[in-house]
């Protein structure tokens, strides 16, 4: 069983920059593949980016360029940078954890909401 709890959204002007951050315990973190997806009331959850085990990261079309994902294994943390944020980027935030033994996205965190004013 993993735990992920997010932290770090608010309110943020067009164009500034906000840095998520996921803490996970439960689990060998350093094997985990995480990821960060975002969700509006209404609309589809939509994948934003991730991480594996290795470093290699992994990001959507809208946010290329624009948000960068790490992590740090010694604190079991994964961050989410996001800069030039855009209005449309408004939407509650959630991590993710996959295990190596799996091909899903099977935990999730409670989420944080990142709201961009025009």
């Known amino acids: 069983q993993v735990q992920l709890v997010e932290s770090g959204g608010g309110l943020v002007q067009a164009g500034g920059s906000l840095r998520l951050s996921c803490s996970a315990s439960g689990g060998t973190f350093s094997s985990i593949f995480m990821g960060w997806f975002r969700q509006d009331p209404g609309k589809e959850r939509e994948f934003v980016a991730a991480?594996?085990?290795?470093?290699?990261?992994y990001y959507a079309d809208s946010v290329k360029g624009r948000f960068t994902v790490s992590r740090d294994n010694a604190k079991n943390t994964v961050f989410l940078q996001m800069n030039s944020l855009k209005p449309e980027d408004t939407a509650g935030y959630y991590c993710?954890?996959?295990?190596?033994?799996?091909?899903?996205?099977?935990?999730w965190g409670q989420g944080t909401q990142v709201t961009v004013a025009s």
């Open positions: 993710a954890a996959r295990l190596r033994s799996s091909n899903k996205f099977d935990y």
């Open positions: 991480i594996n085990w290795r470093g290699s990261t």
